[in-house]
């Protein structure tokens, strides 16, 4: 539950990052483990300020040019449902506010964009009414929106976004972390083409009840490589590691997740000098990661760029990107 204590100030914000899947997208509805890492430097951010009694909360999403007021928006409309979670959480009635949400993520394109608002509008709305929210509580508030919008969500998401951390997840259990031997660095690569979480893993769903066994062995297989690279970062073997995201793309692409467009990237990554490269999350559109050695990392950029990647960004995985927050935030 929230703490106890209240009082509502002028101006709150909050924020919280995006997200990549290194091992498991797919494979981790089903149980099997996956691995993702938080991606600090893409964040959405929340920023609300008190407004003049009377006018409710007013919620605009500047990248969307969307403006709504709580009490009109629909149910179901995604920023206005964890608003209504939130204070419902809380316990507390819509200030007269008006909470501003920007995001450095792209929509429908794998890097959590969806859990990241809610997280930030989450947090941002419970530090304007005085009250502080816990990691797992945020999690579980986006979860129910992650639930409304994509129908049969993992958690993965959520929990990764919410604990700005790498975690090593299985569905229904409690996210582990775990140490990261060396930093490495991630190239992330835009296709520029959609990705639907909900209707692709609907696809997925439909296609393995006709035919499970088409799907047991590639997601048990996917679930040994999210164990087999936890245990290469831990061990900071980067190459093992790329290996095995080479392998998790393969087995994705054999699902029909992947796309021409996501194959060029990833095999363009590849000859530029990655360790390895995959799709990351939903597929079909979205985005590619490819784990590079440093020294690669510019000649990769260039060839995802050459490839028709539409957007290129980079990100160093490190022990301290674990250190935001601590197991008393539970
Ligand atoms: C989406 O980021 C990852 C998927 O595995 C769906 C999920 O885990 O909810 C495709």
Known sequence: MPSAHRSEVLSATGSAPGKVILCGEHSVVYGQPAIAVPVSDLRAQAQIT????????????????????LRAAPAGHPLATIARLTLAE????????MLTLHSDLPIAAGLGSGAAVSVAIARALAAFLGCELTVDT?????????????????????????????????????????????????VIADS??????????????RRRDVDPSRFAAPFKRMG???????????GGDLPLLGALLNENHALLAKLDVSSPGLDRLVAAARAAGAWGAK?????????????????????VEHALRAAGAVHVWHTTIEEQSQGRLNANDR
């Open 224 to 234: 040994e490589l999210a164990r087999q690279a936890r245990i290469a970062i831990e």
């Open 50 to 69: 008190a407004d003049a009694p009377g006018r409710g909360l007013l919620l605009v999403a500047v990248d969307l040019g969307e403006t709504v007021t």
């Open 138 to 186: 945020v999690s579980a508030l986006a979860y129910k929106v992650e639930k409304i919008h994509h129908g049969t969500p993992s958690g993965i998401d959520n929990t990764v976004v919410a604990w700005e951390r790498p975690v090593y997840f299985v569905k229904g259990s409690p996210p582990e972390v775990f140490s990261i031997a060396t930093p490495f660095h991630l």
């Open 90 to 97: 809380i316990g507390a009635a819509a200030p007269d506010a």
């Open 279 to 299: 799709l990351t999350g939903a597929g079909v559109g979205g985005n590619i990661i490819a784990l590079v050695p440093c020294d690669a990392a510019t000649r």
């Open 192 to 205: 520029g083409l959609p990705s639907s979480t909900h209707a692709i893993v609907a696809r997925v769903r």
